[in-house]
């Protein structure tokens, strides 16, 4: 498939994007299913491959002539030394992990072409080994990151970083627009070294990149109908374009999907801790516990504490998948539900309900508790009734509609509809509070700045 056309001038590169339409097959791979690619050279001449532009990830690479036991290489292009100029051979193995897969190679050094810039010596991944069959049925071949330095396999430098290294761009940004219209193949666009103004409208707000690593940023509050959930208290956001979904933690994607009908599993668990404990639970909060500390003192949980602490967050973009899965030591199901219901308790006691009204409503969270495999149904029918929902970034209220965070997917001519919203729970030390992933159809909405000389992210309304 060919690409749009790229064009380049002053430092400023424009590469056009195309998508790939959202399938089961696709979808099942969540979160990271891809679906905006462009097209990069390498070597000399120019290799062609389709690839990711990921700011969740910061390593680029491709498939290897040499990988021969790897299903998923035979179906894409596979980059060949020999028949470069300028390749360095370096030979350093390689493992770089993803929500979706993991990839084993070795790096090697050549010339990158993107639109008409040369970007000399990159190191990258020649991938021989692709430990996914999302990658074998993928339409890109590879994934170029552009997240940062801090995070790269082999602390490669990344390809942007290479790009402002030899001064081969007008300014120390890049930028996103994803086009918003399914019935069209044109994806979108990725800009090098400027903005494109026909892409949005109004100012961007800026916010600083609070963490380095990924584009991290702080999230003052998420909305739903325009009322507070009560759960962002010192929350971050890692805008991420490798990601079609939006990832937040299990309470509050629990109490979205409950809103917009979203149909879930029963999960037993939940119900059973309710059914057992949600008397005592609620006396307990009442009377002052320390909430981190009631699931313990019920003997749930068999240590005093929450969940273990953590301030790394490395490579927890590439474990998205793992949403549920709870092996920590002392966390079972039963102490993972348990954590669970004490936030949706206090949200309830916030709001001055009864405790029979706490207990109602807690159990109809369970029902619609995030799947740790696969998405959440909604009722396509609904979706003129469902709520926005809105992340307060810089002050300002992003706001999405159903209509931007409903995903519709086909099978067999069929039209689905899914909840974009995905459960992911990260162990944080404070102050750091919940993590949440923005990606595709947050950016969709918001036309996105990424301006690594004042360690900032920008967000406009997309046109």
Same mark, same amino acid.
């Given at each position: 498939m ?10 400023? !590169? ?26 990069i ?22 498939p ?28 350093k193995?390689?493992? =770089? ?5 993991? =990839? ?7 010339n990158i ?8 010596n ?14 074998t049925? %993928?339409?890109f ?18 390809l942007?970083?290479s790009?402002?290294?030899?001064s ?41 990149? !609070? ?14 109908a ?10 971050? %956001?890692? #805008? ?10 299990? %309470?509050?994607?629990?109490?979205i999907?409950d809103?917009i009908?979203?149909?879930?599993f ?19 909060l ?11 003192n019920?003997? #749930?949980?068999s ?6 602490q ?32 004490? !936030? ?8 001055d ?5 706490? =207990? ?12 740790p495999?696969?998405?959440? $149904? !909604? ?27 409903i ?6 001519? #069929? ?6 919203? =995905?459960?992911l ?36 309304e $997309?046109?």
């Amino acid at each position: 498939m060919s690409m749009a056309m790229a064009s380049s001038s002053n430092g400023v !590169v424009r590469l056009g994007l195309k998508k790939q339409r959202l399938g089961f097959k696709t979808v099942h791979g969540a979160p990271r299913s891809y679906r905006h690619f462009g097209e990069i050279g390498i070597g000399s001449p120019p290799q062609n491959f389709t690839v990711i532009f990921d700011t969740g990830s910061s390593n680029l690479w491709i498939p290897s002539s040499h990988c021969h036991f790897s299903v998923a290489c035979f179906f894409h292009s596979r980059y060949c030394s020999a028949n470069s100029s300028t390749y360095t051979e370096i030979g350093k193995p390689c493992k =770089i992990n993803y929500g979706s897969g993991m =990839i084993l190679g070795f790096f090697s050094e050549d010339n990158i072409k993107v639109g008409d810039l040369v970007v000399k010596n990159q190191i990258f991944a020649e991938a021989v080994r692709e430990g996914s069959v999302i990658l074998t049925l %993928a339409s890109f071949d590879g994934i170029l990151g552009l997240g940062f330095q801090d995070i790269s396999v082999g602390n490669v430098a990344p390809l942007w970083h290479s790009m402002l290294q030899q001064s081969l761009l007008a300014e120390k940004v890049f930028s996103f627009w994803f086009n918003k219209d399914p019935s069209v193949n044109e994806g979108g666009e990725i800009v090098f070294g400027g903005i494109d103004p026909r892409h949005f409208k109004g100012q961007h707000i800026y916010v600083p990149v !609070v963490r380095r690593g990924y584009w991290q940023i702080e999230l003052e509050d998420f909305l739903i109908a325009d009322q507070p959930t009560g759960f962002c208290i010192n929350c971050s %956001a890692i #805008v991420d374009s490798g990601t079609s979904f939006i990832a937040g933690p299990s %309470a509050t994607v629990t109490k979205i999907n409950d809103a917009i009908g979203a149909k879930g599993f029963a999960n037993l668990e939940c119900k059973k801790v309710i059914s057992q404990y949600g008397d005592i639970m609620w006396q307990l909060l009442l009377s002052g516990l320390q909430p981190d500390k009631l699931c313990s003192n019920i003997g #749930v949980c068999s240590f005093n504490g929450s969940h273990a602490q953590s301030g790394d967050i490395e490579m927890v973009v590439e474990q998205k998948r793992e949403m549920h899965n709870d092996t920590r030591v002392g966390q079972g199901l039963l102490c993972a539900a348990c954590e669970l219901i004490v !936030v949706w308790i206090q949200t309830e006691l916030k709001q001055d309900k009864t405790e029979g009204q706490a =207990i109602e409503y807690v159990n109809k969270l369970c029902e619609t508790l995030p799947n740790p495999t696969t998405q959440l $149904a !909604v009722d396509c029918a609904e979706i003129p009734i469902m709520p926005n929902v809105s992340f307060v970034i810089g002050n300002k209220s992003f706001d999405l509609g159903p209509q931007q965070y409903i995903l519709r997917v086909e099978q067999d001519h #069929v039209t689905f509809c899914i909840s974009g919203f =995905i459960a992911l729970d990260v162990p944080v030390s404070p102050p750091h509070g919940p993590l949440w992933i923005l990606g595709e159809i947050f950016m969709e909405a918001y036309h996105t700045v990424f301006d690594f000389g004042n360690l900032r992210v920008g967000f406009a309304e $997309a046109t």
